[in-house]
């Protein structure tokens, strides 16, 4: 039997079909991204799952209690901030970004984000990434489409 460094040696020298393929066949239906090292992460992560197992259900258990008691109407936010209405003023919104909070704070002529203002939320997650998001999705303010 091989181990799981072998098994994850394995999918590192796996191109993008294949990586494709191999998620189909450990998740049981398509990636929702198809860049490789997103697949490999994945694919590694379910494979370590499989074998050594996944979380307890007692820490299962303890999760779904956690996120009852979040107490957060992400619903009426995102209307208000896809709408572009000025009624969003004051609205705050915030990510985790390898492992910092990020929070921007709507204000009069644009988005606060640690002491600074900028114009929209696109350039407030370029300044904290240096690369261009959009800046709703870096959020989490959009929806995915279903079928991408």
């Not at 098994?7 to 490789?36: D, T």
């Not at 901030?81 to 003023?89: A, E």
Request: aromatic letters at 8%; a positive charge; charged letters at 30%.
């Amino acid at each position: 039997m091989k181990t799981i460094r072998d098994e994850i040696n394995q999918l590192r020298k796996m191109k993008g079909p294949e990586l494709v393929e191999q998620y189909v066949a450990m998740f049981g239906k398509p990636p929702r991204c198809k860049q490789p090292s997103w697949l490999f992460q994945r694919c590694a992560w379910r494979l370590q799952e499989m074998r050594l197992g996944g979380l307890s259900e007692v820490a299962k258990k303890r999760l779904e209690e956690l996120i009852a008691e979040i107490d957060i109407d992400l619903g009426a936010t995102r209307k208000k901030i896809k709408s572009g209405r000025r009624d969003t003023l004051g609205v705050t919104v915030n990510r985790v970004w390898k492992g910092r909070i990020i929070t921007a704070t709507s204000v009069d002529g644009g988005w606060e984000h640690d002491g600074q203002l900028y114009r929209s939320l696109t350039a407030v997650a370029k300044a904290v990434t240096g690369a261009h998001w959009n800046g709703k999705h870096f959020f989490g303010l959009t929806k995915r489409e279903a079928n991408r």
